[in-house]
Protein backbone atom coordinates (compact mmCIF):
# COMPACT_ATOMS: atom_id res chain seq x y z
CA UNK A 1 0.00 0.00 0.00
CA UNK A 2 0.94 3.49 -0.33
CA UNK A 3 1.51 6.33 2.20
CA UNK A 4 -1.65 8.57 2.83
CA UNK A 5 -0.22 11.92 1.25
CA UNK A 6 3.02 11.35 -0.75
CA UNK A 7 1.84 8.50 -3.22
CA UNK A 8 5.11 6.59 -2.42
CA UNK A 9 5.68 2.98 -0.97
CA UNK A 10 7.87 2.73 1.57
CA UNK A 11 9.32 0.34 3.61
CA UNK A 12 7.80 -1.28 6.79
CA UNK A 13 9.40 -0.64 10.13
CA UNK A 14 11.90 -3.62 11.87
CA UNK A 15 10.13 -6.54 13.04
CA UNK A 16 10.51 -8.19 16.76
CA UNK A 17 12.07 -11.64 16.78
CA UNK A 18 9.24 -14.07 16.96
CA UNK A 19 10.37 -15.80 19.99
CA UNK A 20 8.09 -17.27 22.67
CA UNK A 21 10.07 -17.94 25.62
CA UNK A 22 11.62 -15.28 27.61
CA UNK A 23 15.75 -14.28 27.54
CA UNK A 24 17.69 -15.59 30.05
CA UNK A 25 19.77 -12.87 30.77
CA UNK A 26 17.22 -10.62 32.27
CA UNK A 27 17.37 -9.90 35.76
CA UNK A 28 14.16 -8.04 36.95
CA UNK A 29 11.29 -9.74 38.54
CA UNK A 30 7.63 -8.41 37.02
CA UNK A 31 6.98 -6.62 39.78
CA UNK A 32 10.43 -4.65 40.12
CA UNK A 33 9.57 -4.08 35.99
CA UNK A 34 6.33 -3.00 37.10
CA UNK A 35 7.42 -0.37 39.74
CA UNK A 36 9.94 0.67 37.29
CA UNK A 37 6.91 1.62 34.53
CA UNK A 38 5.16 3.39 37.29
CA UNK A 39 8.00 6.02 38.13
CA UNK A 40 8.70 6.78 34.61
CA UNK A 41 5.23 7.29 34.38
CA UNK A 42 4.98 9.99 37.27
CA UNK A 43 7.64 11.48 35.71
CA UNK A 44 5.33 12.47 33.15
CA UNK A 45 7.05 9.97 30.08
CA UNK A 46 4.54 9.00 27.56
CA UNK A 47 4.41 5.14 26.41
CA UNK A 48 6.86 4.54 24.05
CA UNK A 49 9.20 7.02 25.64
CA UNK A 50 8.97 3.89 28.86
CA UNK A 51 9.30 1.26 26.44
CA UNK A 52 12.41 3.12 24.89
CA UNK A 53 13.64 3.64 28.54
CA UNK A 54 13.19 -0.17 29.70
CA UNK A 55 15.02 -1.45 26.75
CA UNK A 56 17.98 1.03 26.50
CA UNK A 57 18.93 1.64 30.29
CA UNK A 58 17.68 -1.65 31.80
CA UNK A 59 18.05 -4.35 29.12
CA UNK A 60 14.65 -5.21 29.00
CA UNK A 61 13.83 -6.09 25.07
CA UNK A 62 9.77 -6.89 25.53
CA UNK A 63 7.90 -5.81 28.55
CA UNK A 64 4.72 -7.76 27.03
CA UNK A 65 6.24 -11.38 27.50
CA UNK A 66 6.65 -10.34 31.16
CA UNK A 67 3.78 -8.92 32.30
CA UNK A 68 1.76 -10.57 29.77
CA UNK A 69 0.13 -6.96 29.23
CA UNK A 70 1.45 -4.13 27.50
CA UNK A 71 2.37 -0.92 28.70
CA UNK A 72 -0.67 1.14 28.53
CA UNK A 73 -2.46 -1.46 29.75
CA UNK A 74 -0.49 -1.07 32.92
CA UNK A 75 -0.82 2.41 33.27
CA UNK A 76 -5.17 1.89 32.71
CA UNK A 77 -4.76 -0.48 35.96
CA UNK A 78 -2.44 2.00 37.80
CA UNK A 79 -5.17 5.20 36.34
CA UNK A 80 -1.74 6.75 34.99
CA UNK A 81 -3.26 6.87 31.85
CA UNK A 82 -2.97 10.22 29.56
CA UNK A 83 -6.12 12.19 28.82
CA UNK A 84 -5.30 12.00 24.98
CA UNK A 85 -3.45 9.70 23.13
CA UNK A 86 -0.13 10.02 22.33
CA UNK A 87 -0.21 9.83 18.67
CA UNK A 88 -2.97 12.19 18.58
CA UNK A 89 -0.62 14.81 21.22
CA UNK A 90 1.91 14.43 18.98
CA UNK A 91 0.31 15.43 15.60
CA UNK A 92 -1.23 18.41 17.88
CA UNK A 93 2.17 19.42 18.89
CA UNK A 94 3.25 19.35 14.80
CA UNK A 95 0.62 21.47 14.01
CA UNK A 96 1.17 24.05 17.07
CA UNK A 97 4.84 23.83 15.57
CA UNK A 98 3.80 24.57 11.95
CA UNK A 99 1.55 27.33 13.21
CA UNK A 100 4.01 28.95 15.12
CA UNK A 101 6.43 29.07 11.98
CA UNK A 102 3.85 30.37 9.72
CA UNK A 103 3.47 33.39 11.75
CA UNK A 104 6.65 34.17 10.88
CA UNK A 105 6.62 32.89 7.41
CA UNK A 106 2.82 33.85 5.98
CA UNK A 107 4.31 32.94 2.26
CA UNK A 108 5.50 29.24 3.06
CA UNK A 109 2.95 27.25 0.65
CA UNK A 110 4.58 23.75 1.42
CA UNK A 111 4.08 24.60 5.30
CA UNK A 112 0.23 25.48 4.77
CA UNK A 113 0.04 22.05 2.88
CA UNK A 114 1.60 20.50 5.88
CA UNK A 115 -0.21 21.84 7.95
CA UNK A 116 -3.48 20.88 5.82
CA UNK A 117 -2.36 17.35 5.84
CA UNK A 118 -1.44 16.75 9.41
CA UNK A 119 -5.41 18.53 11.22
CA UNK A 120 -6.64 16.08 8.43
CA UNK A 121 -4.82 13.60 10.23
CA UNK A 122 -5.86 14.96 13.73
CA UNK A 123 -10.03 14.72 12.74
CA UNK A 124 -9.38 11.29 11.58
CA UNK A 125 -7.58 10.53 14.38
CA UNK A 126 -10.36 12.24 16.69
CA UNK A 127 -13.20 10.62 14.69
CA UNK A 128 -11.74 6.95 15.36
CA UNK A 129 -10.93 8.03 19.50
CA UNK A 130 -14.20 8.59 19.71
CA UNK A 131 -15.66 5.73 17.93
CA UNK A 132 -13.44 3.06 20.24
CA UNK A 133 -14.18 5.62 23.52
CA UNK A 134 -10.41 6.24 23.99
CA UNK A 135 -11.87 10.11 23.58
CA UNK A 136 -15.48 11.37 25.52
CA UNK A 137 -17.92 11.85 22.94
CA UNK A 138 -17.87 15.89 23.28
CA UNK A 139 -14.20 16.53 22.82
CA UNK A 140 -13.42 18.29 20.39
CA UNK A 141 -10.12 19.63 18.72
CA UNK A 142 -10.42 23.44 19.12
CA UNK A 143 -6.76 24.66 17.49
CA UNK A 144 -6.87 27.72 20.06
CA UNK A 145 -8.10 25.84 22.94
CA UNK A 146 -5.91 23.09 22.44
CA UNK A 147 -2.66 25.29 22.53
CA UNK A 148 -3.23 26.32 25.58
CA UNK A 149 -4.03 22.99 26.97
CA UNK A 150 -0.38 21.31 25.51
CA UNK A 151 1.99 24.39 26.73
Known amino acids: MARMHSRKKGKSGSKRP ?23 AKEGKTTSEIGAILRDVYGIPDIKKLLKKNITKLLEEKKL ?11 IKRSI ?13 VAKRGLQLTESKIRR ?7 TKKLP ?15
Open 18 to 40: VRKTLPSWIRYKPKEIELIVIKL
Open 81 to 91: KQPIPEDLLAL
Open 97 to 109: SIKKHLEENHKDK
Open 125 to 131: LVKYYKK
Open 137 to 151: VDWKYEPAKIRLFIE
